[in-house]
């Protein structure tokens, strides 16, 4: 390859890794496997693999839309961010803004299936990942504190994420590209760090297990994604995971059985890790017409596990849906399909404790859509 070539390779890799961080749109995610990357019409390659999947029998889902959860009513200043389902059947939905503390109305609403609001939990920063134990320990994270919760919202401990309060530089592979390309000015690497110090403390994913807690969160010298892993205490902090590829600010994660589960998105992909980090098992690949495949700019956004042990994978789209697998990978059917825009956004995924009942989060309405077999 020659000198030229190598730094233009450079400029784009270096661009898809800041639009990975920071968004994108459909059409681009560093992948240059994508389908519009090949030059051809994106909206024609839209319109196409949609009227493919509309003929597919395999794409019929086995849920229809029964309900939902309006979250955003009451306050409009906070927004949903994300929600999980309770030991009892409840969904906590995690609500807030920018600002700091409980009058900026960042709280947990804690929600009947049927939709009642039961009652608010206050926190002292804007909840953006949440999970739950079987004994009812609720672990929250946002605004680079993570925190561990009784049922009733009592604080039973806090701590700093993991990098909070890291120092923010660009680390040597962006140096690299930098260089490499020649064409990124002083002010542009100034706008790189002040993108970097935003998002440091955001915490995108939360899982527990029996022994660990994990929770993902932005790198602070590049535009990727961590992992790491403490104890229920919220101490011995530990990096188990780095280097991940998250679209729009998304990088979830899931636990179960002592393994941890990443929906690699900006990869297409399912991985499945030790406590330690180390791969087990992955599988998934893009495209858009499949139902097997993962579609959109960079899916599957999101995965929770059923009570019987089967990943329920969301992909924001479009189109926006819940997929089913195995462990092993194997597509065992598409569960639900969400008339929707298909924006590249977070779409947390959960279903009730008898599998009845499954739940999709829509930030673009403040809501929870709720699926299930229509009588």
């Known amino acids: 390859m020659q000198p030229k070539q190598n730094s233009l390779r450079s400029l784009a890799v270096l661009s898809a890794v ?133 049922q009733e919202g009592k604080i039973l401990a806090s701590a700093d994420s993991p990098v909070a309060k890291a120092p923010v530089s660009i680390g040597k592979d962006m140096q690299d590209m930098l260089k490499e390309s020649g064409r990124q000015t002083e002010a542009q690497k100034a706008s790189y760090i002040k993108m970097l110090e935003q998002r440091r403390g955001e915490i995108t994913g939360m899982a527990v297990t029996k022994e660990d807690v994990f929770l993902a969160c932005p790198a602070p010298d590049d535009f990727t994604y961590r992992v790491y892993r403490l104890d229920h205490n919220l101490a011995s902090s530990k990096l ?9 600010g998304q990088m979830d994660i899931q636990a179960v059985d002592d393994k941890l589960w990443i929906p690699h998105n900006a990869r297409h992909r399912v991985e499945c890790r030790d406590r330690d980090g180390k791969e087990i098992s992955q599988f998934g690949k893009a495209g858009r017409v499949k139902p097997d495949q993962f579609g959109g700019c960079c899916e599957p956004k999101n995965l929770r596990f059923t009570s019987a042990g089967e990943i329920l994978a969301a992909e924001s789209g479009p189109p926006t849906c819940i997929k089913r697998f195995s462990k092993d990978g194997k597509f065992l059917g598409v569960v639900a399909v969400l008339e929707s825009d298909g924006n590249c956004v977070r779409v947390s995924v959960d279903v009730s404790a008898d599998g009845k009942r499954f739940y999709l989060l829509d930030t673009a309405k403040d809501a929870i859509r709720v699926f299930g077999t229509k009588s």
Do not use: H
């Not at 188990?240 to 729009?248: A, P, S």
């Open 240 to 248: 188990v995971v780095e280097k991940l590829r998250g679209c729009c």
């Open 18 to 150: 800041v639009l990975i961080g920071a968004g994108c749109n459909a059409a681009t995610t560093g992948e240059p496997t994508m389908e519009a990357d090949s030059g051809a019409n994106y909206e024609a390659q839209m319109r196409a693999a949609a009227a493919a999947r509309e003929k597919d029998p395999a794409w019929k889902p086995t849920q229809k839309e029964i309900g939902t959860i309006q979250v955003g009513q009451g306050k409009k200043s906070a927004k949903l961010n994300n929600f999980c389902v309770n030991v009892d059947g409840n969904i906590l939905a995690c609500c807030g803004t920018a600002s700091a503390g409980a009058s900026a109305g960042n709280e947990i609403r804690v929600y009947s299936t049927d939709g009642k609001l039961v009652k608010t939990l206050p926190l002292p920063v804007n909840p953006g990942a949440i999970c739950v134990t079987k004994d009812g320990s609720i672990f929250v994270g946002g605004g680079g504190r993570v925190l561990k919760l009784d």
